[in-house]
């Protein structure tokens, strides 16, 4: 997905987060998620700074 639009990777991103969590979103899992979205977050990060040569991506809003 790394060629498509930012757009269309944080919709299908969403989407694939919302049903995550809404099956493993359970009580005292809070931890699990957490970790599971800091990873994703970071690969997100990693895919989308590898589209150019300059990091245009931070975790800096």
Known sequence: M???RLQEIIAKL????TGYY???G?????ESITAFR???MRGL???????SQKKSYNWVV
């Not at 359970?26 to 809070?30: C, G, V």
């Not at 990060?45 to 589209?51: A, E, G, H, I, S």
């Open 38 to 40: 800091y990873n994703i």
């Open 45 to 51: 990060f990693y895919c989308l700074n590898r589209r």
């Open 2 to 4: 790394r060629t498509c």
């Open 14 to 17: 969403n989407q694939i987060l």
């Open 26 to 30: 359970i009580t005292d899992n809070i």
């Open 22 to 24: 809404h099956y493993y």
